[in-house]
T-cell receptor, first 113, second 116 residues
Framework: AQSVSQHNHHVILSEAASLELGCNYSYGGTVNLFWYVQYPGQHLQLLLK??????LVKGIKGFEAEFIKSKFSFNLRKPSVQWSDTAEYFCAVTGFGNEKLTFGTGTRLTIIP | GAVVSQHPSWVICKSGTSVKIECRSL??????MFWYRQFPKQSLMLMATSNEGSKATYEQGVEKDKFLINHASLTLSTLTVTSAHPEDSSFYICSAQRSGIYTEAFFGQGTRLTVV
């Protein structure tokens, strides 16, 4: 069975700080990887996704993530965070050809102005 | 991105009653819809996979007779919580996907269910 681990449960940063949120997955085959964001009171939105090709993917709002197959990781990064990035971030994975998403436990990000 | 609308956003019901939650894909046809449950400060737990015109596939530990899912059309899936109890209080979220292997999921805004 596939699983996703997000090691950071709550991250607090000041504005303009750099961000890296960890995500590791467990799956025995080809994977599709996603980062979703949930702003307070809003629905989940896709930040970025990896299906194949360049392992460094860029998403919306200046976020990027790097797929490192050897480490089973898909960490999310942003060079300079803003107060508006305060939200809950979820890493998710599906197996190739399998539509079911498996989510990590989420990381709450709080940005201090 | 595509829009998925979930209704109602919140509902309060008495123990023993049933509650229906709707999930609609507004601008695309969703071959598959998923229903999740999210506990406070926890991740989304998949409850069931709903395919248009066929029976839903439930995850292990999810009571199919309690959580009735109907996917009557390519744009609508419903989740009915039957004989609700306080322990069913939770945040329920649906998502919808187009067919294909390189598709992403689009999420509804969720429904906060409180059973009193």
């Amino acid at each position: 069975a596939q699983s996703v681990s997000q090691h950071n449960h709550h991250v607090i940063l000041s504005e303009a700080a750099s961000l890296e949120l960890g995500c590791n997955y467990s799956y025995g085959g080809t994977v599709n990887l996603f980062w979703y964001v949930q702003y307070p009171g809003q629905h989940l939105q896709l930040l970025l996704k990896y299906f194949s090709g360049d392992p460094l993917v860029k998403g919306i709002k200046g976020f990027e993530a790097e797929f490192i197959k050897s480490k089973f990781s898909f960490n999310l990064r942003k060079p300079s965070v803003q107060w508006s990035d305060t939200a809950e971030y979820f890493c998710a994975v599906t197996g190739f050809g399998n539509e079911k998403l498996t989510f990590g436990t989420g990381t709450r990000l709080t940005i201090i102005p | 991105g595509a829009v998925v609308s979930q209704h109602p956003s919140w509902v309060i019901c008495k123990s023993g009653t049933s509650v229906k939650i709707e999930c609609r894909s507004l601008d695309f046809q969703a071959t598959t819809m998923f229903w999740y449950r999210q506990f406070p400060k926890q991740s989304l737990m998949l409850m069931a996979t709903s395919n248009e015109g066929s029976k839903a596939t439930y995850e292990q530990g999810v009571e199919k007779d309690k959580f009735l899912i109907n996917h009557a059309s390519l744009t609508l899936s419903t989740l009915t919580v039957t004989s609700a109890h306080p322990e069913d209080s939770s945040f329920y979220i649906c998502s919808a996907q187009r067919s294909g292997i390189y598709t992403e999921a689009f999420f509804g805004q969720g429904t906060r269910l409180t059973v009193v």
